[in-house]
């Protein structure tokens, strides 16, 4: 099985995106596929047109992968920003789709994948789709566009014609042989935001974890830590009563919150304002590796959505939570995927926005009577050769069923 990945992230850039399709990158070739990819690469990285990455072949095509300043104070500023950033994603766009032709004629790949970055990837996929009918999937990491998103997520982002997104996503949906998100909550959302049936070609496919690691250089081994950036929309007022409950009566056992990354201002603020501040530390940014270790060495670790019904989102980190092998307090929606695979499978406790059962989570984990919760299994889910065969299985599906797939 031939496999060409369209993704405008891909290593060496750092972003969870970019990390994350590299791993399903090397996972499916290690399942047996043959993998070229298609990728972005600033022109200022000075890296070479073509290398390999693991076990595959990557072609960079120059792009802009920076977020775009979209901040300006006047009115002909924010439109001068807006038009050179349209320029720059129609130019990777354009380039690419020329690689990616150029690779449907040498290497005959079987399927083509592309990644979102939101949609440039899958303008290229639906080019590929309708100039050489090579079966495609195309793969969303969450829903998209922006006014699909629940509240209290911002609907608007950074879009400039919702209509034309809508427009766009509906025709994509329409023309891609499959489609590939990380659970089912997002599939319906999408499916009933857009008015596709999609749910006859999707596949829920989880994230792959990063794995456990040995210590790291910080002792968390007492504290509940949150791996990776913590916005607004998920400052949650309960989780610091909580931790200001249960601080006293586990004094000694339980450090406190260790958030290892960006994390909003408003949370902190909030945290120095209920006396917190010798409970909550905030560390910034660090390197992957070290993140992992930190992860590895805590006693427990935290994941937080924002306080919704539905939530249609899987974080990554929960991928890599699992596989660290460490208990996860996961503070989700009533209806959620991390909820489901907590109840399923074990591994941790998926609690509400409410002061009392967070508290409760922390008493179980940290406290005298707190017992080791078995997580190999959860873990295993997300592991990488799994999830690998999961996606064979995908694209062996789609092989057989799309008569325009190219002949071995």
């Given at each position: 099985?031939?496999?060409l990945?369209i993704?405008?992230?891909?290593?060496?850039?750092?972003?969870?995106?970019a990390?994350?399709?590299?791993k399903?990158a090397?996972?499916?070739?290690t399942?047996?596929?043959?993998v070229?990819v298609?990728?972005?690469?600033?022109?200022?990285?000075?890296q070479?047109?073509?290398t390999t990455?693991?076990?595959v072949?990557?072609?960079?095509?120059p792009a802009?992968?920076?977020?775009?300043?979209?901040g300006?104070?006047?009115?002909?500023?924010?439109?001068?920003?807006?038009l050179?950033?349209?320029?720059?994603r129609?130019?990777?766009?354009q380039?690419?789709?020329?690689?990616?032709?150029?690779?449907?004629?040498?290497?005959?790949?079987?399927?083509?994948?592309?990644?979102?970055?939101?949609?440039?990837?899958h303008?290229v996929g639906l080019?590929l789709?309708?100039?050489?009918?090579?079966?495609?999937?195309?793969?969303?990491?969450?829903?998209?566009?922006?006014?699909?998103?629940?509240?209290?997520?911002?609907?608007?982002?950074?879009?400039i014609c919702?209509?034309?997104?809508m427009?766009?996503?509906?025709?994509?949906l329409?023309w891609?042989?499959?489609v590939h998100?990380p659970?089912?909550?997002?599939?319906d959302?999408?499916?009933?935001?857009?008015?596709?049936?999609i749910?006859?070609?999707?596949w829920?496919i989880?994230h792959?974890?990063?794995?456990s690691?040995?210590?790291?250089?910080?002792?968390?081994?007492n504290?509940?830590?949150?791996?990776g950036e913590?916005?607004?929309?998920?400052?949650?007022?309960?989780?610091?009563?909580a931790?200001?409950e249960?601080?006293?009566?586990?004094?000694?056992?339980f450090?406190?919150?260790?958030?290892v990354?960006?994390?909003?201002?408003?949370?902190?603020d909030?945290?120095?304002q209920?006396?917190?501040?010798?409970?909550?530390?905030?560390?910034?940014?660090?390197e992957?590796?070290e993140?992992?270790?930190?992860?590895?060495?805590?006693?427990?670790?935290?994941?937080?959505e924002?306080?919704?019904?539905?939530?249609?989102?899987?974080?990554?980190?929960?991928?890599?939570?699992?596989?660290?092998?460490?208990?996860i307090?996961?503070?989700?929606?009533?209806?959620?995927?991390?909820?489901?695979?907590l109840?399923?499978?074990?591994?941790?406790?998926?609690?509400a926005?409410?002061?009392?059962?967070?508290?409760?989570?922390?008493r179980?984990?940290f406290?005298d009577?707190?017992?080791?919760?078995?997580?190999?299994g959860?873990?295993e889910?997300?592991?990488?050769?799994r999830?690998?065969?999961?996606?064979?299985?995908?694209f062996?599906t789609?092989?057989?069923?799309?008569?325009?797939?190219?002949?071995?």
């Open positions: 099985m031939r496999v990945i993704s405008k992230t891909f290593p060496p850039d750092r972003r969870a995106r990390l994350q399709i590299g399903v090397e996972a499916i070739a399942a047996g596929c043959e070229k298609v990728a972005g690469m600033p022109e200022r990285a000075g070479r047109s073509e990455f693991g076990q072949r990557v072609s960079y095509v802009e992968t920076a977020p775009p300043r979209l300006a104070k006047n009115v002909m500023a924010r439109g001068w920003n807006r050179r950033v349209e320029c720059q129609y130019r990777w766009i380039q690419a789709t020329k690689v990616a032709e150029s690779l449907v004629r040498d290497f005959r790949p079987h399927v083509v994948l592309s990644s979102s970055t939101p949609v440039d990837s303008w080019y789709k309708r100039r050489t009918g090579v079966g495609w999937v195309a793969s969303f990491s969450d829903p998209w566009p922006f006014q699909l998103r629940p509240s209290p997520y911002d609907k608007a982002g950074t879009s919702p209509a034309w997104d427009h766009v996503i509906r025709r994509l329409r891609a042989d499959g998100m659970n089912r909550y997002a599939i959302m999408v499916e009933r935001g857009t008015g596709v049936p749910r006859e070609k999707a829920a989880p792959i974890g990063g794995g690691q040995e210590c790291g250089q910080i002792d968390t081994s504290w509940l830590a949150h791996i913590l916005d607004s929309p998920r400052l949650c007022r309960p989780l610091l009563e931790i200001q249960v601080s006293a009566e586990l004094n000694g056992k450090g406190g919150l260790l958030c990354g960006r994390v909003c201002p408003e949370f902190q909030l945290a120095r209920m006396g917190l501040s010798d409970r909550v530390k905030c560390i910034g940014s660090v992957a590796g993140a992992s270790r930190m992860a590895s060495g805590s006693k427990a670790l935290l994941v937080i924002a306080d919704m019904a539905i939530s249609p989102f899987l974080p990554s980190k929960f991928a890599d939570y699992a596989c660290a092998g460490r208990p307090i996961a503070i989700t929606p009533p209806a959620s995927a991390m909820r489901d695979y109840q399923e499978h074990g591994g941790g406790w998926a609690v926005h409410d002061r009392r059962q967070i508290a409760r989570a922390i179980e984990t406290g009577t707190s017992s080791s919760i078995g997580v190999p959860l873990g889910l997300f592991e990488s050769t999830v690998g065969r999961i996606y064979l299985e995908m062996e789609l092989a057989l069923c799309s008569l325009g797939a190219v002949d071995a």
